[in-house]
Every structure is written in C-alpha cells, then in structure tokens.
C-alpha cells in the first residue's frame, strides 16, 4: 500500500503535514471527558504502562521523541517514535524510527455532542522484504486493528476512572519541532567568564 509523501497547506512558512489519507488501522472510541482532558493524559506517554496490555516502559529520549518498550510475556522489542506534528486539543502524529520494519500513525480528538472526546486512531504499517506481503494480509491488518482497539479501550476506561487528566504536555510541533510561542532572546557572542 503506497503512501504519498505529499505536504499539507503552509502556515507562517512551515509546513503542516497532512493527515494519512491510507492506513491499515482506524479505531475510534468514544470517552466521557472533554477534548482538553483526553488529550491532555494521552501526551503523557509516561502512563501508558499504567492502562495498556503491551506497552510496558516509554522514555522520553528528547522533546519531540520517545523510546517505547512493547510485548507479551517474555518477549519485548524496543524502538524509538518521533513526534512530527501535534496541535493541542486536536491532533498528534508520529513516525516510527526503525529501518525495518516501521510505522507511522496519527490521534485525532474531536469533541462530540454529549460533551466527550471521539479518539481516532491510524496506522500506516510500512514492512519490507517479504513482510510487505503480510501486512496485505487481512488477517494480520486485522489483528493490527483489534490490537489498537483494545488499547483505545484501555485508554478509554483509565481516562474516564481518573475523570481528569495526571498530567499535560501543551506544546506545539511542526515537522518534528517544538515551537515556541514567544522567541528565544537572541544569544551573545560575548564569552560568559566567571566572575569573582
């Protein structure tokens, strides 16, 4: 299944990325709190281990990527995901940095009529070699799918059990950058020599 690279409309001269347009994995659940507060526990990756059946650790390796450690039983497999884009209250979207294979997948939160958050989740799968060939497969985009329901699920009724959120990361990314709402003084060139 191909994936066209192409990027979304500009805004202040960087360039949005668009929302995957092919997957293999679309989820969506429904959660009885608001946008802000879905949201806001879903950035911290940190408590993923708390709800979740596979993901057992995640570090936060540098601003924009985190290390996951996934499995059942003894087996485990570690990897690194990059934040590429992610605006607060609406959209979060990753990549994974493996060679082979690799990932790439997006979170949108949309506030519904009652009040609470429908979360949708997409996943591309991008295998090489012979793996390309199973990841066609319906039964294994299949098991990728009741695989990601079953962890929104989870999501779902820790959110809901806490009723707000443990914590929040509001930040801004834009092609795998965090942006600042207010500029960084400009540096000096002049030398900091110790005083005293």
Known sequence: MAHEEDDGPTEGGVTRRRPL???HVEETVEA??????AYNQW???K???RFSAVVHDVEQVRPTVTAWTIGYGPLRHRFCVEIVEQDPDAYLAWRGLEQNPTHEGEVEFRPTGSGGTAIT??????PHGAAQVLARS???TGLAARLVR???VHFQHFIEGLGQEGGAWRGTIRNGRVQHDTPEPPRSRVAQWPVG
């Open 21 to 23: 347009r092919e997957w």
């Open 32 to 37: 009885a709190v608001p946008v802000r507060t």
């Open 43 to 45: 950035t911290q990756f």
């Open 47 to 49: 408590t993923f281990p």
């Open 121 to 126: 989740v997409r996943m591309l799968l991008r």
């Open 138 to 140: 319906p039964a294994v």
């Open 150 to 152: 079953a962890e929104l």
